[in-house]
């Protein structure tokens, strides 16, 4: 029998279901994991039957089963799920790239604060964009994945130079063109190493229009399950929006807040 390439046919649940290759059995199994939830974590046969829709005989024979491959135990009378069932989910995980366990942290900070979001990583002396989600048109520069701009003059930049070994800054500092791009870009070694040491103290970094006149940008760090740096977000502001005050009071929190959950979840894909 000649299965049917997934990605080049018409692929729907209706048509799946109707296909020979669908495996009943399977989707009957997965039906039984599920129906244990939150506010039904411990069902007897009977409770796994009517959820399902499976005869009492059917359903007794998949709890066996899964009790067998560990993800489900008994007392005889009620059944649970175990934490094996985790596993399905890491699978899922683990694959994730960066970019996608990011994009929908952007797009609930840019949904609250209704400014411009993006992800980041350093390749040579550059940052370079992985994930946007744009709001409004800011830069006089279209910014599109891929991206890249001098990393000491934008937020980003700077949380990932500060995440920087002393001996590897310093090097960075050693080959680096600071040359200014707008008349409030920093230029000087000792300028710039004054802000990474800000910005190692503070765990994030405002950018006042050095960048680009009229934009401010603010940006924080995302570990690894090591704890290093290995990415950061940001947000991006006209300067007729926000005062300083009003960033370091309103958006840095909820800045801080999406790097944290970002690491948390890269964490969790990189640990199982």
Known sequence: MNTPDIETSEVTRENIAASPDYVQSLARGLSVIKAFGADSPRQSLSDVARTTGLTRATARRFLLTLIELGYVRTDGSRFWLTPRVLELGYS???????PEVARPHLETLAEKVKESTSVS???????????RVPVSRIMTVTITLGTRFPAYATSMGRVLLAGLTDDQFE?????A????????TVTTADALRAEIAAVRR????????ELEEGLRSLAAPIRDASGSVVASVN?????ARYRLETVHDELVPALLATAEAITADLTRTQTH
């Open 92 to 98: 899922y995980l683990s694959a994730l790239t960066l």
């Open 121 to 131: 990583v350093l390749d040579g002396d550059d940052v370079v964009y992985v994930a």
């Open 171 to 175: 090097a960075y500092l050693a080959r």
């Open 177 to 184: 063109d600071l040359a200014p791009i707008t008349g409030n």
């Open 202 to 209: 503070n765990g994030y970094c405002v950018v006042d229009q």
């Open 235 to 239: 947000l991006s502001t006209h300067a």
